[in-house]
């Protein structure tokens, strides 16, 4: 029997690392040609497997593979499709068998988060429900650092030490400015749902370093007589602060706080971030100077300023996949298992599927300060290990030199499908 | 007769490498103790000399002195204060005289840009005005990029710098995301003037990573059927791409494209950004899924990714100002003359104060492309040399660790005095 041959993708949103988990994947495959043959990539995710429009990796060089490790976004695609169940869509089902067929691939591998998850499952389920075999494993990743049993999310640490390094360089900055001009910075980040990201934003301030930073997170509704009154208070004790706000920040009536009803001069509504709110509600309270930034893809597509500790991590979960599935595992996710913080210390682990898919990790209520406003020492302590380190991508004419696979199609042989 | 004193102090909107410059003078000024006796730093920029707030540097190790070439923002606090003219307002001239006899200063640096130099210029008159025997030096510092005869001003480099790899990253992770999701990618940068920094923008692409970057240049009247039809024609030609728009564009009726009379539920007026005007017009007119970011103080702020050549010059810049000040002049600022770009060559120049102050330099018309929207190959040339080489700063439990000064008193001598 011919050796089988393995399917990669990459689902949801990027990361800085996502081509971290890639490179992972491919090279460990490549060490064990004498059992993985091809590996195809899915140009745009599972969108490339429903329709063969497979990749074939092959045609990229060990050195444009190896320089996944440094280039951030999803190098094959990305796409954001979610397959229903077997019983709402079994068309899908049998569409994925045919090209796993045609093109006799055994392994499964699905770079995501918890949507991701809940896909992989499903297709790790095939041998079962529909006969053909085939292992199906999840690499983690996402910045929401949402997915449970494991310890934290490759794609989280990067983007937390970006929020980190950027919170303290612009309180700098507006401590600087602060006597004439300017005394309340605002930035907003990333989390809809939970408010790890906005947490990484009270790593700005450290022992030695101390920055007032107020920090809005999802979990807490917003009161915005306390929110000005500690606003008020950090400026008349510092001279300044910096608000650190989660785009998922809701006011007492349930409706996000971005949602403000904006309209233009000619009544259409427009649609805002929660950064320039929050600065409107500073003015009008407390007729403060502010500016304000809003962070968007930069904070997760930075690679300049990865975190070590995550690119490490990205790295080993897309190598522990393909070590699980020649192992003969079916429907896990390999998992960061914290040993020691000091020095911070860690393992791969293993997770089912069926523990993992559509269950989303909240931050535990002791992260967050008693106020609502920062974070704990015990989040700290959570945090600090998953931003150390730096590591450098090479540079080019003083720009990061990432690389651009050649992402040579692989040669049709089924029929077009539609999505 | 006791050696003179100095006077430094920081000027305006604070950059990632005004410190260098701040090193650099009181490295030299050090090492030529017998020529200049205490660096005495003004608190929040030249409203510490009028109101006698001196800051002692000497209380600052060497080691805390060396640690500012690393560390953004303005470490002795700046200020957005522009003298009057003599005529105008003589008791403030008056005022710095009492104090620089007060504290036998004979030497005074500003470091800022077009504003400080007009300050700096004045203040350089005071010996033929007042008759108080004074040399002011003036050390530029501008992300702006607008100080003529220099080349480039300190600041400038490192926000392009940081706008182009911030645009070249945000590019790949939109560029992943395309087939079903974002499509565009709109970053708002500084620049109310003049495109330097969007401009830079356009470095995202280069001749061997082309990156569709659309740039709203505040040059440039914004057409907006003539914009819808670039940003269409880049998203159907690459399946996406990134616009950059300076925080100065206007319309055709003369106002930014900012100002959009946004008006909240209850009718109050909202002040946004362009960026999100500029989402709402991708929308209506393309309805193309987009992003937005604003970078905001990020930018000038983002010493973890500075241009190796910015820090350098800004650190040259500080000490060239101390060496004229020994060598006997006044009224002039040190520049940088560029001798050759590859390999980049440049060395220390001198201008003379009053053809500097109150003189804005523009982009010149043929750095922008024919259709508005891009940069041309000269202004290419013109560029890369500025954001060559990094510069990182040391780390500490993942974050840059910034040096924060003593900044002692000096002991007051004079009477308070009302600004």
Known sequence: MAIKNAFYAQSGGVTAVINASAAGVLETARQHSDEIGNVYAGRNGIIGALTEDLIDTNADSAASIAALRYTPSGAFGSCRYK?????????????????FKAHNIGYFF?????????????????????GYPIQAIHVPKTVDNDLPITDC???????????????????????????TSTKVFILEVMGRHAGWIAAAGGLASSPD???????????????????????????????YCSVVVSEGVKGEDGNFLSDQGLRDA???????????????????????????????YLQRAARHIASKADVEQAY????????????????????????????????????????????????????????????????????????????????????????????????????????
């Open 110 to 130: 699905y770079n995501g988060g918890g949507d991701s998850a809940d896909t992989c499952l499903k297709v790790s389920q095939i041998a079962d429900t529909l």
């Open 316 to 419: 080993a979960m897309g190598k522990a996949a393909v070590e699980y599935a020649l192992a003969g595992h079916n429907s896990v996710m390999p998992t960061i298992v914290r040993e020691s913080n000091t020095p911070y210390r860690w393992k791969v682990g293993m997770a089912q599927l069926a523990n993992v898919a559509n269950v989303e990790k909240m931050m535990p209520a002791d992260f967050i300060s008693e106020d609502g406003f920062g974070i704990t020492p015990a989040c700290r302590e959570y945090l600090v290990p998953l931003i150390e380190g730096e590591d450098y991508p090479p540079y080019k004419d003083g720009l990061p030199d990432y690389v651009r696979l050649k992402n040579v199609a692989v040669v049709k042989k089924l029929d077009e499908f539609k999505i």
């Open 83 to 99: 397959l229903k169940s077997l019983e709402q869509n079994r068309r899908e089902y049998e569409r994925l068998i045919e090209v």
């Open 266 to 296: 000619f009544g259409h509504a427009q649609l805002g971030g929660v950064a320039p709110v929050v600065a409107n509600i500073i003015k009008d309270g407390l007729g403060l100077k502010y500016h304000w930034g809003v962070a968007d």
């Open 153 to 179: 999310c490759p794609g989280f640490g990067s983007v937390a030490k970006y929020i980190a390094v950027s919170t303290r360089e612009a309180s700098f900055d507006v401590a600087s400015m602060s006597k």
């Open 209 to 239: 370093c101390e920055i007032p930073v107020v920090i809005l997170f999802p979990e807490i509704t917003f009161d915005k007589e306390k929110f000005l009154a500690k606003v008020n208070h950090c400026v008349r004790e510092y001279g």
